[in-house]
C-alpha cells in the first residue's frame, strides 16, 4: 500500500534515531495520509475524486472533504 500523497507527492522518508550513547538506528518517518473523497478547491467543475491525501493538503485548503 502506498502511502503518498495524491496533491503534493509527500512519501515516507528514512530518518535516524539517535540513542542517547549516539548509536544510530535507521526508521522510516511516514506522512499522515488519508484516504477520502475529496473536490479539488482550485477546480470549478467540483469532480469529485477519491485518493490518499496528507492532512497539510486538508488544512491548507488544497482540497476539499466530500460528505
Known amino acids: 500500500m502506498a502511502r503518498i500523497c495524491s496533491i503534493c507527492d509527500k512519501r ?5 534515531l539517535v540513542s542517547h550513547a549516539n548509536n544510530k538506528v535507521k526508521r522510516w518517518v511516514f506522512p499522515n ?3 477520502m473523497r475529496f473536490t479539488m478547491s482550485s477546480d470549478n467543475s467540483g469532480s469529485v475524486r477519491r485518493g490518499k491525501v496528507c ?3 486538508v488544512k491548507a ?7
Open 12 to 16: 515516507p522518508q528514512v530518518a535516524n
Open 55 to 57: 492532512t497539510k493538503c
Open 61 to 67: 485548503g488544497k482540497v476539499k472533504k466530500v460528505v
Open 33 to 35: 495520509v488519508h484516504t
